[in-house]
Structures are given as C-alpha cells and as structure tokens.
C-alpha cells in the first residue's frame, strides 16, 4: 500500500497501462490531476480548447492503436469535447475521457456548483462504452483498469471517469492495480463457418467489405481476398486494410462497377454502409451475404444470410480454413475484370476537380506511411475515394459523425502519436476556422502537421446544396476570411498560398521539408469545385459493369431509385 493522492492514485493506473501522453486543459477542478501528471513526468499536451483535447486524443488513438487519453473540466468542457467521445464511440477508438465534478459534500444536490450538470454520468453514458465515478482515491486503480478493460473489450470504444474536485488532492492509501485481461471474444461458430464457405464456394463473384473492426484481420483478409478473388473495399475507416496498390484493394468509385454482378458481399468488422442502399441505390438480384463482427447488435441491424459473431481475425482465419477445405475454383476473368473497374473509375474520378489535380499531387509526393486526416470539405469527400491509401490507420476521418472542424486537431494528435511520420490534414476553411487557435498548440509543442487549407470563402458543400435545392438563395454559407498566410505567421508557423494545382507540388515539399509545424492556403474559386458526390452516393446503376475482360452494359434495377 502506497500513500496517494485521488490524482495520484488515477495516474499511477494510467502509468499502469503504458500511458505515457495525455492531452489536457487544466482547471479548478482538476487541478489535483494536472498535478500528479507533473509529479509523474507524463508528457501534457496543453490545448486552446477542450474539443481538441478530445480529437488529439481520438487522432493518437486511431493512427497507432493505442488507447488515447485526455482530461477537461467538467460540464462545458465535457460537453465541448464531447464531440469528440462521440466520434471514438463511431470510430470504435479506445478514448479515455477524465473529468472532474463538483465537491464531494454537494454531489446530486443540484446547487449550482461552478461546471455542474444534472447529472454527467448519465449524459456521458450515453455516447462511451462505459463511465463511472471515483469517489475515493483508493478505488481509482482499479476504475483505471476497469475502463481499459471496456474499452479494449469487443467493440473497442471510449470510457470515461470522473472525480469529485476534492478527492483529487484527498490523501489515502492505494494499491496499484495490474491491467485487467480483455473480456473473451466470441468463437466462431463452426456450423455458422461452414455455412459461409458453402456460399462462398457458390458464388462466381464475391465482394469483401471492411471497416475499422477489420483492422488487426488484414493479413487474413487479404488471404482470403487472394484465395477467392474477390475484391475488398473500405468506405472510410477501413482503408488500407488491402492496399489500394493490390489489384484486389479497390476504392469505392471501382467496387460500385463491380456491384451490379456480385453475387456474394461478405462484411467483416463493418457497419456495411455501401452495401445496403445506404450509399449504392440497389442490390443485385440474388446477392447472398456474410457477416464476420463482434458486436451481436450488429447482426440485428443489417440482417444476413450467414452472421458469424466472431473477432474478425478469428473468424476470418476459421473461414480461410473452411474455405481451404471446401475448395473453390476460381472464376476466370475475374482479376482482369477488377483491373478494368479500377482503371476505368481512376480515370472517371478525374472529372472531379480541381480536388483530383490536388489529390494525385499530394499521393505523390507523400510516402506510403504517411498519415492523412480529412475534414468536411470537397477535397476531403473527394480524398474518401481519390486518394490511394496504402496501409491501415494513415488515413483518418471522423466517420459518420462528420465533425465540421476534427481534422486539424486530429492531425495533432497522430503526428504526437507518430512523430517520424509525415501527417498532412486536409481542412476547408470553414472547418479549419472551428480550431485555429490549435495553430498556437502546435507551435508550442512543435508538433509538425502541415495543414492543408482549400479556401473557397464558403461551406462550399452547404452553398451548393443550397443553390440547387432552394432556387439559389444562399444563406449564412458565404464567408469572410482572414488571411492565412498571415495568420499562421503571426503564429510563428511558416505559410505559404498556392492559387492553382500546378503550384502545389513545390508547396507542398517545401512543407514537409520545414519539418515544424506548415500552413498552405490553397485558393479556390467560388462554386467552381465539382461536385465530389457522384461516386459517394451515386443516383442509380452504373452505366457499364465488368464482367470478364470486358466491360458490359449493367442491367436494370427497380431498386436503383
């Protein structure tokens, strides 16, 4: 038994796990917390507001896979980071979330106390994995390793305690606490297995789908991808899990000219939102389908022909197995048939500009292991299926929660995370503007993102919709801009502006060549942007699909909407 503080006892859980780098914005209330982080020599990465707190901790936590972990106040900071608990709990990223609350001796009596909300628990319990409150110091080791638990356990999410102001300087003693080992995943089930590889072995055209549950299965997958040519496509989270530089890693612009004769989907760790008139108006007549998640709810959610709840890199290795054993002939013509979708759909995506020019430039010029996060701007919906990734967890999105204004302090937090690694985010003005003040963060931590910004002086997504929708009338979409060039200087971060796509490539290096912290402010034209939605949701069928070494006219579809 050691003699420790309430923060003290936090900490040593934290130092217990690995934890070596916590985000944060002090505050009355925790001031005990920021304290035993000092005493302890974990690195604080200060931020300017608590919603960057939050999204540098989601950035550390989805670019290496390790659990990310910041503290705020709580009430308005809680809430303003919220956003970010939220988008781990989307994301499926191990966030931890510490927060104070108000003094002991007023706890549920509803006062008034400085940051007090009616009750935080149960707000946070909505959008974590788990959440509970440390009352007593001596109980915190343990509530530290119970929240790594959930959070690593099956569907991987967020967690979050909190601690009454006073407790953090209460003094008692506390035993540390060894990590708690994961909950079990589920086996597959063999009956449910053998099922899959009988529709497998049936089908003459299979289609894989990943998401971020699929990460930790890539060497299987591609196995599997390899053994039954079918190719695997991601819509955002599960990106790179089969390189986009295999013949079988495609985007989504090429999977949809393949839809229209696939005759198998098989899901692993993925919501399937392409797949089931979500995003792709229509199914095939016939479409069988597979299901390999961990998550039981999820087989409730999109239905199935063979669910299998299962950690997808066992269930996807049981399935190689049944698939190896069955045997299975491959269907000729099928990788030449992938080939062409994937040539046709990179030339056809090109119309999309000027996002594409800024897009190839940027693939070029950045190594296979660089990170990439995306904001809410055209280039960025554009990047989901225009710019080729190659390796799982180097390109980051907020996923369906779409958080105008997460890119840049993402950006932050994976560079922390990955300080070899070249980051780049890609931010439009409007977004960019949500965080600004993360510029000063970066300074003074020298964390070297280069920022990205496509300056339109709009919502360029919102004016258009608004333009086509509504007769053209246009409101609170326009916007004024400072100069960011001059911004970022009066940062101290070096900037520079490029006003067309063949000035990009020589910013660009002279970005990456800087090595601190880089702003380029890329000038756009109003409403000259393509729309980058045709190939996210497209209207109806495609007009050709492959079958074979030949492309071939796509049949019609009542369902195609």
Known sequence: MTSMTGGEAIVSGLVAHGVDTVFGLPGAQIYGLFDAFHQAQLKVIGARHEQACGYMAYGYARSSGKPGVFSVV????????????????????????????????????????????????????????????????????????????????GRRGPAAIEMPWDVFTQRTDAEAVKPLAPFPAPRPDSDRIAKAAALIKAAKAPMIFVGSGAIHAREEIQ????????????????RGI???????????????????????????????????????PFRPDGLKS????????????????????????????????????????????????????????????????????????????????????????????????????????????????????SGFPTALGAKVANPDKPVVAIT???GFMFGVQELATAVQF??????????????????????????????????????????????????????APDQFRAALEQALAAGGPYLIDIEVPRDSEVTPWTFIHPAKPPVTSFRGSRPSASPRSDAGG
């Open 223 to 238: 196995e599997l991808a390899e053994m039954i040519d079918a190719p695997v496509v991601a819509f955002r989270s599960g």
């Open 428 to 430: 439009g003005d409007g």
């Open 242 to 280: 089969v390189s986009n530089a295999h013949e079988l890693g495609v985007t989504m612009a090429a999977a949809y000219k393949l839809w229209p004769q696939t005759d198998l989907m098989i899901g692993i760790g993925t919501r399937m939102e392409l797949s089931t008139s979500f995003r792709w």
């Open 446 to 499: 020298n964390i070297g993102v280069v920022t990205l910004v496509f300056n339109n002086n709009a919502y360029g997504n919102v004016r258009r919709d608004q333009r086509q929708r509504f007769d053209g009338r246009v409101v609170a979409s326009d916007l004024v801009n400072p100069d960011f060039v001059k911004l970022a200087e009066s940062f101290g971060i070096g900037a520079s502006k490029v006003t």
């Open 290 to 405: 597979i299901r390999i998640d961990i998550d039981p709810v999820e087989m409730r959610r999109v239905a199935t022909d063979v669910s299998v709840v299962a950690d997808a890199k066992a269930g996807t290795a049981e399935l190689l197995a049944a698939v190896s054993k069955a045997g299975r002939s491959k269907t000729n013509g099928r990788r030449t048939a992938i080939r062409d979708a994937s040539a046709a759909s990179l030339k056809e995506i090109q119309q999309v500009q000027p996002q594409m020019a800024y897009l190839n430039v940027l693939r070029e010029v950045l190594p296979h292991d660089a990170i990439v996060t995306d904001e809410l701007s055209q280039v960025g919906f554009a990047s989901w299926y225009g710019f080729p990734v190659y390796q799982p967890r180097t390109f980051i999105t907020s996923g369906y929660q779409g958080t105008l204004g």
């Open 74 to 153: 709580p009430g308005p900071g809680v809430l303003n980071a919220g956003a970010a608990l939220l988008t781990a709990f989307g994301g499926n990223e191990p966030v931890l979330c510490l927060t104070g609350q108000v003094p002991t001796e007023f706890l549920g009596k509803g006062r008034g106390h400085l940051h007090e909300m009616p009750d935080q628990l149960a707000t946070l319990r909505t959008f974590v994995n788990w959440a509970d409150r440390a009352e007593y110091p001596d109980v915190a080791p343990t509530l530290v390793a119970r929240a790594f638990q959930e959070m690593l356990s």
